[in-house]
């Protein structure tokens, strides 16, 4: 089975000590960026004192906010009071929204962040294959749009992206079995899309610092997936 979005060393770089030191290393980030410091240089700091890995610099990295961005994501999200009121088509960050299932139902570590999103560590790089877990993972998409009565929705793909028209075709193919509206873009800077849009499907911290609204769906999906290595720092 292909396990996206691991490798070998996470069973020592995300359990027991490292984790813990892990833990301890996010606050005194949180700490930083809290001050003003840009997460780049940040991380780095932290990761040189206890010499982390790269891997565990970017999880770093994707887990922590400033409290004010923080703050920020959670006013323009519209399911803490409840699903009412939300928008009539939603928009999804298609890769980013899909990779993240596929890592979860991987057995591959997904990151409990502070702004409450859930985040991993793979990498697209232009280059993204079908696995066996892309069916589901979009299943388990449609199948929360369809709980929270969401009428329509489009993914939204990179097209410098390899195979993203063959993903296309999964996620058509996929929604035949649903009552949702569903279509598919392949545009070259998604992120600049969505950024101006409400109704935003997305873990990505840029798009969520600019969208005008946006659906925290992935923790409902993902508690129903078995077997989860979840980790929160």
Wanted: proline share 3%.
């Amino acid at each position: 089975m292909s396990r996206r979005g691991y490798i070998p060393e996470d069973e020592k770089q995300f359990k027991g000590q490292q984790l813990e030191l892990l833990k301890k290393a996010a606050d005194e980030v949180q700490f930083l960026l809290d001050q003003g410091y840009d997460v780049k240089p940040t991380t780095t700091f932290v990761g040189n004192h206890y010499m982390f890995s790269e891997r565990q610099r970017l999880a770093l990295a994707r887990s922590v906010s400033a409290t004010e961005w923080i703050h920020i994501r959670n006013s323009r999200e519209l399911l803490q009071n409840g699903a009412k009121n939300l928008p009539k088509t939603v928009h999804i960050d298609g890769f980013n929204t899909i990779i993240t299932l596929e890592v979860a139902l991987s057995g591959s570590p997904i990151f409990y962040c502070r702004d409450a999103t859930i985040r991993d560590l793979a990498g697209l790089r232009g280059t993204y294959r079908i696995i066996e877990q892309t069916q589901k993972a979009v299943a388990l998409i449609l199948d929360q749009l369809t709980y929270l009565n969401i009428s329509e929705a489009c993914f939204y793909l990179d097209s410098p992206v390899s195979n993203s028209g063959r993903l296309s075709g999964v996620i058509r193919q996929c929604a035949e079995a649903y009552d949702i509206s569903v279509k598919t873009e392949i545009i070259p800077d998604v992120d600049r899309v969505l950024e101006q849009l409400e109704g935003v499907i997305s873990g990505d911290a840029i798009i969520l610092n600019r969208c005008i609204s946006w659906l925290n769906i992935m923790p409902e999906i993902i508690e129903q997936i078995e077997s989860v290595w979840k980790i929160q720092l």
